[in-house]
């Protein structure tokens, strides 16, 4: 069953009429009977966790905001812009208003003045759909002032990014939306607090994925949504499945189902019978590569499973790779991104993604040496930890891991 | 034209201002409407942007710089942006992007000669399921081939004789 992905079961669920006779808002008049305290307990009994890659526990951080400020802010990440992720783009294009739904839900738990939606600035079509969506929205009373009689006001807008992937992570894009250069904030203040949110207000940010949850969770329960998944990764997923399968695409399965039902029973297997799988990144560019063995196929799709092999489900943007794959290609396509996308401000992360980047092309190109790639290891060791923020980590991550689990594919480059 | 006291815009304007609560934070869609208006965010555009806002042009100069999607020089009337990040490489998207550049003899970042096209390569655009795909101005084509790419082209270079023949 779909929570997320109803646009595949309901057609025309991204009009305003076919979301609300299936129950669309229900999750939110319920919410305006209750208090804001009850419906964050809601929330923190679901166990619903981030789905923008951290997994941290939503309703957790919805109690951070303090409830004496008279200003609050919510701000909606859908900036999208891992490597292999194109999840929140289909919930925001087919299923639209339960996006909406969840974020005016977390508006009023923590009583916001208003929500932000920051899209990466390529969704300028998806931003259009949902400005006309909150219009409709506001016609009916659903947005602006007196929320549903509730005397609960909130407006909600959408912001285009500009194509900047560090805009995702959330100071950076706290700062972009008031129009700052998108670098990340020194922290504390966190944005949950007075100073470090939106305009310094105390802010929540969350991702698309995370809000989308929420109509579920008030209108079934948080039993009902607890009930799916495992111990400590409830609910469904979307998982983006990229690469050497056959039909790559986005799948909402629990989390907690096997990597082995979802790249063989959904994906549908190798793209080609006769080239077995190599390895997989199971979050983007950004967390660690691992083979793809039996013991791996087998593992469940949550936050602790994927731990105990080494890897993290993140925004589970997985990308698959057959047997004709070069790791150090992979590494070096992955590095380029960080090199790219680096936003400048700290020394490690700058040179050091400059300098590997150099590096990984010097042995492509056949003109590398093994202590070549023992050095890229070791300045990719020694970036992870110095960043000011996590990019500076995910950027050491494919080297790391390709190396380790790959040292063959590097050493066919290198003269000895 | 100028973006100030066009009527084409105003509204547009007067709704991002309202929208936030600081002027400064209506700068990136007012970069937006400066790179509609004169095809790329030139000296004119960021001046304009910046007293709009009461903005120095410096500051706004160095956030048009910041971001990717704002042009700091003139490009064709197609922009084509094609994704060659790891998915849609494996999918064959570095193939089908040197192709393409090749197919309009162009190098990476360059401009026809007679305007229209402007290639380059980019980071994944949320679309990594319907490799080989690319960014033409502000909107997607995905799932391409060849055969299907050269049927564009030849739509789109259509499509700009008529224009022209239009104003002319
Ligand atoms: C470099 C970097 C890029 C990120 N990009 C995204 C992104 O595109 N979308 C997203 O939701 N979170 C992204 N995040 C995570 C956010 O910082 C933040 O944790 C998340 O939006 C919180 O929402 P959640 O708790 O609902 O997951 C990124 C983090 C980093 C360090
Ligand atoms: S780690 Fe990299 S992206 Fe993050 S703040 Fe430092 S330079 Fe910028
Ligand atoms: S890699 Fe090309 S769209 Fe994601």
């Known amino acids: 069953m779909h929570i997320l992905l109803r646009g595949r079961d309901i057609p025309n669920i991204k009009q305003l009429d076919v979301y609300e006779t299936h129950g669309g808002f229900d999750g939110l008049r319920k919410s305006l009977t209750m208090t804001p305290a009850e419906v964050i307990d809601v929330v923190k009994a679901s166990g619903l966790r981030g789905r923008g890659g951290a997994g941290f526990p939503t309703g957790v951080k919805w109690s951070f905001i303090p409830q004496h400020e008279p200003i609050k802010y919510v701000t909606v990440n859908a900036d999208e812009s891992e490597t292999g992720t194109f999840k929140d783009r289909e919930i925001m294009e087919e299923n639209p208003y339960q996006l909406i739904e969840g974020s005016l839900i977390c508006a009023y738990a923590i009583q916001a003045k208003a929500v932000y939606i920051y899209l990466r600035g390529e969704f300028w079509d998806i931003g259009a759909q949902l400005d006309e969506c909150i219009e409709a929205l506001r016609a009916k009373g659903l947005v602006g002032e007196n929320i549903l009689g509730s005397g609960y006001d909130c407006e909600v807008y959408t912001h285009l990014g500009a194509g900047a992937y560090i805009c995702g992570e959330e100071s950076a894009l706290l700062n972009s939306l008031e129009g700052y250069l998108g670098q990340p904030r020194v922290r504390p203040p966190f944005p949950a607090q007075k100073g470090g949110g939106l305009y310094k207000e105390a802010t929540v940010v969350n991702n698309v994925e995370t809000l989308a949850n929420v109509p579920f969770i008030m209108t079934e329960g948080a039993q009902a949504f607890k009930a799916i998944g495992t111990e400590q990764s409830a609910g469904n997923k979307i998982y983006c499945v990229s690469g050497h399968v056959k039909r790559p695409g986005n799948y909402e399965l629990p989390m907690g189902a096997t990597f082995r039902e979802l790249l063989y029973e959904q994906a549908g297997g190798p793209l080609h019978d006769d080239r077995p799988f190599k390895a997989m990144l199971p979050s983007g560019g950004s967390g660690p590569i691992v083979p793809l063995t039996d013991e791996v196929l087998d593992t469940c799709m949550s936050y602790e499973d994927c731990a105990s092999i080494g890897t993290i489900i993140g925004s589970a943007s997985i990308i698959i790779m057959d047997e004709t794959v070069d790791m150090t290609w992979v590494a070096s396509k992955v590095t380029k991104f960080f090199k790219h996308e680096s936003c400048g401000k700290c020394t490690p992360c700058r040179e050091g993604t400059y300098w590997l980047d150099k590096v990984i092309d010097r042995i492509l190109d056949g003109r590398g040496t093994a202590d070549d790639v023992k050095r890229i290891a070791d300045v990719a060791e020694n970036m992870a930890g110095t960043t000011l923020c996590a990019l500076g980590d995910f950027a050491a991550n494919p080297i790391i891991h390709t190396i380790r689990h790959f040292p063959d594919d590097f050493a066919q480059h290198v003269q000895v | ?168």
Request: aromatic share 10%; with cysteine.
């Open chain 2, 1 to 168: 034209m100028a973006i100030i006291g066009n009527p084409k815009y105003e509204q547009r304007i007067e709704r991002h201002l309202a929208k936030y609560e600081t002027a400064r934070s209506a700068v990136m869609p007012l970069l937006y409407i400066a790179q509609e208006e004169y095809g790329w965010v030139n000296s004119e555009g960021i001046g304009e942007v910046a007293q709009l806002l009461n903005l120095d042009p410096t500051q706004v100069k160095s956030i048009a710089g910041f971001y990717t999607m704002y042009s700091e020089k003139p490009k064709g009337k197609y922009w084509l942006q094609v994704c060659t990040d790891l998915p849609c490489a494996l999918q064959g998207a570095d193939d089908f992007h040197a192709w393409l550049k090749d197919e309009l003899g162009l190098d990476e970042g360059g401009t026809t000669d007679d305007g229209l096209f402007t290639v380059e390569h980019v980071m994944c655009l949320a679309a990594c399921d319907k490799a080989p795909m690319l960014q033409c101005n502000f909107s997607y084509v995905e799932e391409l081939d060849q055969a299907k790419m050269r049927q564009l082209l030849a739509k789109w270079r259509s499509e700009a004789q008529v224009a022209a023949n239009g104003r002319g």
